[in-house]
Every structure is written in C-alpha cells, then in structure tokens.
C-alpha cells in the first residue's frame, strides 16, 4: 500500500503562481511514476503532469510551459510548480503513484484561480 499525502493548493490570482507538494510513504516500488491529476466540475480528471523515477518528464498541453514537475526519490516526493495560472486552471488536483500497475491517489487540493 502507497499512501499519499498533498498540500499547497489555494486560491491566487490569474497570473500568479502556486507549488503542490505531495508526499509518498508505505511500500514504494521502483519504477514508478508520480504525476498530477485534475478534476474540474463536470469534467473527466486529466493528466496534467508526471514524471518517472527515472526522471522522465510528461506535460499535458495545457501545461507545457507554465508548469514544471520534479521530484526527490530519496525523499519519495514530486512537486508541481505551477506559474502564469489562468482562470481555467481552476479544478481539485490529485497526486497520483502508479507501480506494479496499481494506482494510488491522494485525497486532492483545491486550485482556485480567480480576481
């Protein structure tokens, strides 16, 4: 079992920026793979960004550069930096661990980018 704890999400301006931070714990695989999901109201949870253990970086086009993704395998953590937010980018976003063909997911944060 993966557990996954996320924090950093909020409400900001459009045009600012926000980092979403999620931690991984339990029995950790290699390879894996940690990304970013997100769920708007009404719509389908989409990728928005995932990275490998082995440093492989994936963008959904919506992100592709305004946010960037990275990681720390010692510390079993990703990050999302996510800049020049836009209204649209507005949905509960979850951190997402795939191994051994199984997915885990955190409980998800609200990004909410609004005037």
């Known amino acids: 079992q993966v557990q996954l704890g996320e924090s950093g999400g909020g409400l900001v301006q459009p045009g600012g920026s926000l980092r979403l931070s999620c931690a991984a714990s339990?029995?950790?695989?290699?390879?894996?793979?940690m990304g970013w999901y997100r769920q708007a109201p009404g719509k389908e949870r989409e990728l928005v960004a995932g990275i490998t253990s082995g440093g492989i970086r994936s963008y959904a086009n919506s992100a592709k550069g305004r946010f960037t993704i990275s990681r720390d395998n010692a510390k079993n953590t990703v990050l999302l930096q996510m800049n020049s937010l836009k209204p649209e980018d507005t949905a509960v976003y979850y951190c997402?661990?795939?191994?051994?063909?199984?997915?885990?997911w955190g409980q998800g944060t609200q990004v909410t980018v609004s005037s």
């Open positions: 339990g029995t950790i695989f290699s390879p894996n793979k």
């Open positions: 997402n661990f795939y191994a051994l063909g199984y997915n885990y």
